[in-house]
């Protein structure tokens, strides 16, 4: 079999994964060494100071990939998350803290907004790769003193979010439950940065997105909360209770009737 991307069997990159907690045979399949095949991979998983990266193979793809929390335009978010579209949407008129699985977070944008507003995060990813820079990027925001309290608040899960909403715990349902899964259309038009380009290409689209919903309203005890491209139709073909709109993408909100 031959990847898209590989993890280069580096002692230094196992003994991070260890580190992170991270099973190696969550990577089965991507070592370097278990390549065969004629298709080249486009990208490397690699461990380099001190860092979990995806470097693209073509300098023509960009920069490394790393997941940094303290660097560019995330602090300024973290910082004013409470006005944040997302956080506003999470929200509603609840006074306090909540309870939130980010079922499909990705890079963890999304997931560290919601920890700065204070609310208490579990973060599910499924995708190796992803889930390898997100621990990463985590473990080393809870070390930076101006991230660690928000990094403190969230807990990564690495699975499919479907089997972990189905068998949620009841004792610890959360309040609420937020969806970004992949949408094709908007992996041109808003992944603006060649990196971030080659990463939706490595990870494909989310083919079983509606089967998210009915396990995530089954879970929270508030709301589900979604997020589409404006234009999109609802997840599922199910409409939402109502809808807060952005300028490219506007979230789906399904308030859950106590029960
Ligand atoms: C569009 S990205 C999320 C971006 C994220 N909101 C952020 O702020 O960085 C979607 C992510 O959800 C993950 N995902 C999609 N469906 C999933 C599922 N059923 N279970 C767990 N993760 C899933 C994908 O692997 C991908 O990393």
């Known amino acids: 079999m031959t990847a898209n991307w ?36 486009q990208a490397v998983l690699e461990y380099r100071d001190g860092v979990l990266q995806l470097r693209p193979l073509d300098r023509r793809w960009g920069h490394p990939l790393v997941v940094d929390f303290g660097q560019g335009r995330s ?19 609840a006074r306090d803290p909540l309870r939130v699985v980010d079922a499909t977070a990705g890079l963890g944008r999304d997931t560290m907004l919601l920890g700065a507003a204070g609310f208490q995060v579990t973060a599910i990813e ?37 089997a972990l909403l189905e068998t949620w ?11 970004d899964p992949m949408f094709p259309a908007r992996s041109k038009a808003a992944l603006v940065k060649k990196e971030m380009r080659l990463f939706g290409q490595l990870l494909g689209e989310d083919m079983d997105s509606a089967s998210l919903l009915p396990p995530a309203l089954a879970a929270a005890t508030r709301k589900v909360v979604v997020k589409r491209p404006r234009k999109a139709p609802p997840l599922g073909g ?16 399904y308030p859950v009737t106590p029960g």
């Not at 060494?33 to 991979?41: H, L, M, N, R, Y």
């Open 238 to 253: 199910q409409e939402p209770g109502y809808r807060i709109e952005g300028k490219s993408s506007r979230f789906d909100v």
């Open 75 to 93: 602090g300024f978010r973290m910082a004013r998350a409470h006005h944040e579209m997302l956080v506003k949407a999470v929200t509603g008129r």
């Open 169 to 179: 715990p009841p004792a610890s349902r959360p309040d609420v439950v937020y969806l």
């Open 6 to 41: 590989i993890v280069v069997d580096q002692p230094q990159l196992r003994q991070r994964l260890r580190q992170l907690g991270l099973d190696e045979a969550l990577f089965a399949g991507y070592w370097s060494g278990e390549q065969s095949g004629d298709a080249e991979p």
């Open 126 to 162: 499924r995708h190796p790769l992803v889930a390898g820079l997100l621990s990463d990027g985590l473990e080393r925001a809870r070390l930076q003193a101006e991230s660690a309290p928000v990094a403190e608040r969230v807990e990564l899960v690495v699975g499919r979010a479907q």
